[in-house]
Nanobody, 111 residues
Framework: QVQLVESGGGLVQPGGSLRLSCAAS????????MGWYRQAPGKQRELVAT???????NYADSVKGRFTISRDNAKNTVYLQMNSLKPEDTAVYYC?????WGQGTQVTVSS
């Protein structure tokens, strides 16, 4: 059974940075495409970034140049480095593999 556990969320001021982590178990992590998604209050869940087993990445236009997705296959972990955070980045951030979702971690950007 695949398990995904996110961590690293919190409260940060505009312009600040956070790094989210998603630890995966129960899957062959190194060949898996992993994704980060987010859902703001009253809005639909949306794609933030994905990374393939080969390291190819894809980003939503709203985060390009500010967020970086990466992975450490030795640790079965995918990361989302978020810089220059804006209030509109406030959301619950979820890790995804295939049809499996993590429980989410709250990111709040506010002064």
């Amino acid at each position: 059974q695949v398990q995904l556990v996110e961590s690293g969320g919190g409260l940060v001021q505009p312009g600040g940075s956070l790094r989210l982590s998603c630890a995966a178990s129960g899957t062959i992590f190194s060949i898996s495409t992993m994704g980060w998604y987010r859902q703001a209050p009253g809005k639909q869940r949306e794609l933030v970034a994905t990374i393939t087993g080969g390291g190819s990445t894809n980003y939503a236009d709203s985060v390009k140049g500010r967020f970086t997705i990466s992975r450490d296959n030795a640790k079965n972990t995918v990361y989302l480095q978020m810089n220059s955070l804006k209030p509109e980045d406030t959301a619950v951030y979820y890790c995804k593999k295939g049809s499996q979702w993590g429980q989410g971690t709250q990111v709040t950007v506010s002064s």
